[in-house]
């Protein structure tokens, strides 16, 4: 057997400087996929892997060498918000610095969630996001259509979004009563319309009568720190809406997603669906796995008032058993960035903080360096609820998510013994703090390419903005 492997392709390979694109040689690095790890070569023309294999003999524009390195596809955060408008302002990463944020950590594919204005329909709403979006996008992104008035109107919106916009979740708040929220009758409407036109509906599962209540109990009685933020939105309302929204979703067949799913008891309303044969599918966000409710009784606990709000040592337990279990599919990170200036907007009332925290840069990084690092997850694992799932789950694979001939070249080459420590004075966010400032992390993004250009080398982001190109998604079925 010859020392070289033959090259195998999608069409035959076209002698460089033939037409396709410059091409670029990614030589000796170790694969991971979802289910692969091998040391291989992958070759790319134009945006597109062409070629994978040992000692490829072709020539390329570029070579780069990855020996020692970990190459794995481009990460996606399924769950991120850029220049969302909120109480008069607007989340502080727009879609120039928080794709290249993400790009900095190794994730090259975001979708955010446009907001449906009560009254209004989703097309609208679809317009004014894309005036913030397009053209300032550096990496990739897609949308995520949150519908907050369901009516006969928005019915008729759900198959032209599906067939025409590429764009097939469709997010519910079961809270936030009065601004997002919907009651089950919509959410059985919209389901039944989702279903029948090939889409999926996303759930912001939490109680919100049961929170409103309690806010108003906390605030009457004076309690008005962080603290009771925490403590206005406790366990079982997750859970309590976990198991409604599951229900719901079984009696419809609709596809079914939890997003940024929390805590045991939401878990396990997941897990007892599964009991009759159902799949919900679930996301937790690298915050829930890593840091806990005692933040909340800091001075600065307005930095990781969120909702749902972090929870207990048990829960993020739960959370990596539920990983391993195939019950949680995706790690998100619900990226809502608000500077500190904008967090005070709630200094003396918790109801009035911006919720969110910024995480889109680091949620790679930190669930290799937590996860895979620390023994708690596999490599494979890692790309599974990272890379693969997220583009399974809403219509984008393979061409997203994993690496194969054909797919789209979003490569991330990592060195996963560099360590290195997080802060904001060196974090790529437009945020003036860092969740996680001072966390010293095994394992750091070194190159990242983006549909074959290179994006990131020696903490550089080259690519300018405008590259970032709109993702439109296949129908979804809930199966991955
Ligand atoms: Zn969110």
């Known amino acids: 057997m010859s020392s070289s492997t033959k090259i195998n392709t999608d069409s035959g390979l076209t002698p460089p400087s033939a037409g396709g694109g410059a091409s670029l040689l990614i030589k000796n690095g170790r694969i991971i996929t979802a289910s692969e790890d091998h040391i291989a070569d992958i070759f790319i023309e134009g945006e597109k892997i062409k070629a994978i294999g040992r000692d490829l003999q072709v020539e390329a524009d570029n070579t780069i060498d990855a020996a ?12 991120v918000h850029l220049d969302m408008p909120f109480m008069g302002t607007y989340s502080s990463d727009n879609y120039e610095t928080g794709t290249r944020a993400a790009l900095f950590g190794g994730t090259t594919t975001v979708i955010d969630f446009i907001l449906q204005k009560q009254g209004a329909s989703l097309q609208s709403a679809l317009d004014e996001w894309r ?24 019915k008729k919106e759900i198959k032209h979004f599906v067939e025409e916009e590429g764009i097939t979740s469709f997010k519910t708040f079961m809270a936030y009563k009065g601004a997002l929220m919907i009651d089950d009758r919509q959410m059985i409407g919209l ?18 009568d049961m929170i409103d209540y309690l806010i108003e109990k906390h605030r009457s ?8 933020h925490y403590l206005a939105q406790p366990e079982v309302t997750e859970a309590e809406a976990s198991e409604r929204f599951a229900d719901m979703a079984h009696y419809t067949g609709c596809p079914g997603y939890i997003v940024h799913l929390t805590c045991e008891g939401a878990l396990n309303a997941v897990r007892n669906a599964t009991r009759r044969n159902q799949n919900v599918l679930v996301e937790t966000c690298i915050q829930y796995l890593l840091i806990d409710a005692s933040l909340y ?18 829960d ?100 996963p013994y560099e360590k290195h420590t997080i802060s904001a004075s060196t974090h790529h966010m437009n945020v003036d703090y860092s969740a996680y400032e001072g966390w010293e992390v095994t394992g750091k993004v070194k190159t990242v390419l ?17 590259y970032g190109q709109f993702i439109k998604r296949s129908k979804v079925d809930g199966k991955i």
């Open 221 to 228: 009685e004076g309690k008005l720190s962080p603290l009771y």
């Open 316 to 415: 993020q337990e739960t959370l990596w058993a539920g990983i391993n279990q195939g019950l949680v599919k995706v790690v998100a990170t619900d990226h809502c960035p608000f500077q500190w200036e904008q967090k005070l907007m709630g200094k003396d009332d918790f109801s009035k903080i911006p919720n969110g925290h910024p995480a889109i840069e680091h949620r790679m990084e930190l669930l290799y360096s937590e996860g895979v690092h620390k023994g708690k997850i596999t490599l494979n694992k890692f790309v599974e609820v990272a890379c693969t799932n997220p583009a399974k789950i809403f219509g984008m694979f393979p061409k997203k998510g994993t690496i194969g001939i054909g797919s789209d070249a979003d490569l991330v080459i990592f060195d």
């Open 297 to 314: 009784e800091r001075e600065d606990g307005a930095k990781w008032v969120m909702s749902p709000p972090l929870r207990e040592k048990k």
């Open 68 to 79: 020692g390195m970990l190459v794995f596809p481009g990460g996606i955060d399924p769950h």
């Open 191 to 208: 389901m039944e319309e989702v279903k029948a036109q090939g889409g999926m509906v996303t759930v912001h599962a939490t109680n919100g």
């Open 450 to 466: 983006l549909r074959g250009k290179v994006a990131i080398t020696d903490n550089k982001c080259i690519l300018d903005k405008g």
């Open 131 to 154: 005036s913030r979006a397009n053209g300032n996008a550096i990496g990739d992104y897609s949308f995520h259509m949150a519908v907050t008035d369901f009516n006969e109107n928005t």
